[in-house]
Every structure is written in C-alpha cells, then in structure tokens.
C-alpha cells in the first residue's frame, strides 16, 4: 500500500472570474497526486470545480453549491476551483489524502486529462512574474508529449506596460511561432496562442515559461497559462 499524507488548505476570497489551482506550478502544490478529496464551499456563491481550464469554461465542470460539500476519487493532480462572475467573492476547504505522483505514462495523475476517452492531457501553471523583470517558471515534465496548444487566462488583462509569455523547451527554444502578449487578452476571457512550432513541439524534458514585463507601470494581474498535449 502506498504510504499517504494527509493534506488541507483553505482560501478565504476568490474573487470573482478568479481560478484557484492545486497541482504543479499552481497557487498551491502538495507535492503529491491527490485522493480521497472532499471540497467544502463555505462560501456564499456557488464554485465550480474540474482539472482544466478548457473543461472549466467549456461547461465540463462540478457545481458545488454554498455551504455544500464534493467528494472526489483520486489519483488527481491538477484540481481548479473557480468562481463565475458572480458579485461575491468565494471561499473554500479544500482535505485530502495524498500519495506520490506516478512516473510512468498516466492519465490521471501526472496530468489531468479532459473529457472521458480524450488523448489530450493538461497542465495549469500560474506564471511568477515581476514588473520590469523577465522571469522564468519551470514547467515538469515527467513523460514524453507533444505540445498542441497553450492558452492564457486573466481576470483583468494587463494595463500600463508589455507583458509577453513564452514557453521553451529544454534547449531555451520557443515552443510558439509568437508569443502570448496579455495586455491584447479581453478580461475574463480564455484565448488559443497561434501555432505551435511543429519542429520542437515534441519534448521530454522540463520546459520554462519566460514571463517578461517592461519597466514602469506595470499592473500584473491574475493570469493563468494552460499547456494542452499528446502522449508521444
């Protein structure tokens, strides 16, 4: 039997439009894949709650009503709870059992796959970013893929200042043919970069997301980037 370890958080406003990530590069990442969860809102709106943005914002989610519980089966990694653009600010608890993450070619735990019998898999990753600073957030990757898709998604998209988003291989290579600039996104609203380059969209080896911010009067808001991909 694998050993587990229990595991608890809880946040007090998630504003809304706003997204809460558990999992690898989220707001909050156990170090294990999750099992035996139960998410508690105890708030007064209700939150959604599914492993992608795509499933989140295309309908694909669990609706968990104010002052009600959830109980998911694990192995889980990616977790999102988000709250609609409602006019109240949400609140959860989220406990859960944890074990450690598969190293193999797993659907459920290494990355959250979307609708049942779906190829493609998904990582979340809330970028660090700085004003007036290039930053870079590494990206894991414990198997093989290849690249399809990244989308963005901001509560209020960036003012006063240019701030782009790349994502690179193992090599520092740009994984797009152009990269994401937020201050273009529209507020709340999830958007498709262009292609991806098909010559290194295949990689095996972790990736960074390189967040650049020009200097002065930057306002860097809520921004979350989602990677879709294929088992290669």
Not at 198 to 227: K, Q, W, Y
Request: hydrophobic content about 40%; some cysteine; aromatic content about 4%.
């Amino acid at each position: 039997m694998p050993v587990l370890d229990s595991y608890a958080i809880a946040r007090t406003s998630l504003v809304a439009g706003a997204f809460y990530v558990v999992g690898p590069g989220g707001d909050d990442d156990p170090k294990r894949a999750l099992s035996q969860v139960v998410f508690t809102n105890t708030g007064s709106v209700a939150l959604r709650l599914g492993n992608s943005l795509t499933d989140i914002l295309a309908g694909r989610y669990a609706q968990v009503a104010a002052a009600t519980s959830a109980a998911l089966e694990g192995p889980l990694d990616n977790l999102i709870a988000y709250n609609p653009e409602a006019a109240t600010a949400g609140a959860f608890t989220l406990t859960a059992m944890c074990g450690a993450r598969n190293s193999g070619q797993d659907a459920g735990v290494l990355c959250a796959r979307g609708t049942p019998g779906s190829d493609t898999r998904y990582q979340v990753i809330r970028p660090t970013r700085t004003a007036g600073l290039t930053v870079l957030t590494t990206v894991p990757v414990k198997y093989q893929r290849t690249i399809t898709t990244i989308k963005a998604y901001s509560v209020v998209k960036a003012t006063g200042a240019t701030l782009t988003v790349d994502l690179l291989d193992s090599q520092s290579r740009s994984v797009l043919d152009a990269v994401l600039d937020q201050e273009v996104l529209t507020d709340k609203t999830i958007y498709t970069t262009r292609t991806i380059t098909a010559a290194i969209a295949l990689v095996n080896r972790d990736m960074t997301l390189s967040c650049v911010s020009s200097a002065g009067g930057d306002t860097l808001n809520d921004l979350l980037i989602e990677i879709a991909h294929t088992v290669s």
